[in-house]
């Protein structure tokens, strides 16, 4: 069956780059594009009008949230509270129980899955936190992870996550790595057997990775196994690195080299390793020690930095900057890594903080970031199929309302949506050549119900914190308001105020 979609902008490419076709249309036939243009010669079998809208790639998220996200508890907490939100020794001591039931665990995912979709995400390599679980990832929450994405037509990377190590604080307050190494072993054996099932899978819309936890929670052994494993079941690895001053100074103190040089003596990076942050490497500004080109030898080995703008801005930091990055030669990909899912807010920060750094737009432009959240991300992928609106590549396609009123006047269609869009602003999703979302419904899902279910995990989640806490301090004082809660407010006090004025 042969599918035409037209709208007033498609955002098509030539063979080397985006371009903008106005008034055009694509026409699809099963999973893969067949024409892009504005004429196409032949009868086709269903026409859909997106209308006043930008017809685009879909995004390619390489660090997608894929649990209900636990950053808003993070992000305010000054430097004094946040060793409080870590686990405690003593909760290690304790057994470290799960937090959750396999069943809460099996629904993150499909809470998680629903809103990328929503936000225009088409192909996704999620991530999860490891803070509420007793250790890593399971395998049985990754194989109904898949079959979420599989059900709800999601494109899809996947693998259970692992660990050696974790950061625990103890009870002098102290930050150090706790260590289970036959954990991680475990963890990785599961992986691999979860890699080997799933590959393929869904008709090829489940695809398989390799997700070792942060850098500093992996031995070096460890590594060189993961690396081992990329190369002989041909899947993608990413590892969180270069993201933070704890973990800088924990590889620092024990080899003498960043983090990045750390990787690459051991023969981890690659074309095939996909570093998500990358901003603490040699020279940055936070970092206080590490002489070499750290820039140099992510470009050498063709790895790619997963820059997630949002998150890391919202921490106080930035990556310095996106367009040096580029101009090194280093293949960037984008990932929302927390809440909302928005691509549009990562491009937006992006660019602004790579800006601030420039003092100069060229290079840290919106198009700039719309490659790197298609086709630079499709390339780490090794997928010329995926990120781009070209005949032979996947029907992988989102539509752009432009008629709301909130876009203001229309101009390039790239910098209006990136000006004044959002997630929101996707009215149609299409993955594969099926239709997964329009105007912000997804078929057969209740959208309040899965609101509600997510509401009651983060809330459970969130009283987690405070049995993992080292000083077991209390609610309010672990989780600080914004303002001071009240039950009532004294119509005397407000008459005081005023009078007094």
């Avoid at 098509?12 to 504005?38: F, M, P, R």
């Avoid at 050549?433 to 983060?458: A, C, H, R, S, T």
């Avoid at 004294?490 to 008459?495: A, L, N, Q």
Wanted: charge should be negative.
């Amino acid at each position: 069956m042969k599918t035409k979609l037209k709208g007033r902008y498609v955002i098509g490419y030539d063979g080397c780059d985006h371009v903008i076709l106005e008034n055009a249309e694509i026409v699809y036939e099963k999973d893969t594009i067949l024409y892009v243009g504005k004429n196409y010669p032949e009868e086709v079998d269903e026409v859909m009008d997106a209308g006043n809208a930008i017809i685009s790639p879909g995004f390619i998220d390489l660090n997608a949230l894929g649990d209900i996200d636990h950053d808003i508890l993070h992000f305010e907490a000054g430097s004094n509270r946040q060793k409080n939100l870590l686990w405690s020794e003593n909760h290690i001591q304790s057994g470290h129980p799960e937090l959750m039931t396999e069943e809460e665990e099996s629904f993150k995912s499909l809470y998680a899955y629903s809103q990328l979709i929503l936000h225009g995400v088409t192909t996704a390599m999620p991530i999860t936190s490891v803070f509420y679980k007793s250790w890593a990832e399971t395998y049985e929450e990754l194989a109904a992870a898949a079959k979420h994405a599989a059900e709800l037509g999601l494109r899809i990377y996947l693998g259970p996550s692992f660990q050696s190590g974790m950061r625990v604080v103890e009870p002098n307050g102290n930050i150090k790595l706790h260590w289970d190494e036959k954990a991680g072993e475990a963890g990785l054996r599961k992986a691999v057997e979860f890699v080997e099932k799933f590959d393929g899978a869904h008709g090829g819309m489940v695809r398989g990775m390799l997700a070792p936890e942060r850098i500093e929670s992996q031995t070096a052994e460890q590594l060189k196994q993961i690396k081992y494993y990329s190369g002989k079941l041909d899947v993608p690895i990413k590892l969180h690195a270069a993201q933070g001053s704890f973990e800088f100074n924990t590889i620092w103190e024990a080899y003498r080299v960043t983090p990045i040089r750390y990787l690459y003596d051991l023969g981890f990076l690659g074309p095939r390793t996909g570093i998500p942050h990358a901003h603490f490497v040699s020279g940055y500004s936070g970092a206080k020690y590490g002489q070499g080109d750290d820039l140099a030898l992510l470009r050498e080995t063709n790895t790619t930095v997963i820059h997630c703008p949002l998150i890391i801005g919202r921490h106080g930091e930035a990556l310095e900057s996106f367009a040096k990055y580029k101009r090194a030669g280093i293949n960037i990909a984008l990932g929302t890594d927390t809440f909302p899912p928005d691509m549009f807010q990562n491009v937006r920060t992006g660019s602004m903080l790579s800006r601030m750094v420039e003092r100069e737009a060229e290079g840290s432009a919106f198009a700039d970031f719309f490659r790197s959240a298609t086709l630079d991300a499709a390339a780490f992928l090794g997928r010329n199929d995926l990120g781009r609106i070209a005949a032979g590549a996947k029907a992988d396609i989102i539509a752009i309302d432009l008629d709301s009123y909130h876009m203001g006047v229309i101009d390039d269609p790239i910098r209006t949506m990136f000006v004044s869009g959002s997630g929101r602003d996707v009215k149609l999703s299409i993955i594969n050549g099926k239709v997964v979302m329009k105007d912000q419904k997804i078929p057969n899902l209740d959208l309040m119900e899965i609101k509600y279910k997510g509401q009651k995990y983060f809330d459970k989640m969130r009283r987690g914190y405070m049995e993992r806490d080292y000083q077991k301090l209390p609610e309010k004082e672990l989780f600080k308001p914004s303002f001071k809660v009240v039950e009532s407010i004294s119509d005397t006090e407000v008459k005081t105020i005023y009078e007094n004025k």
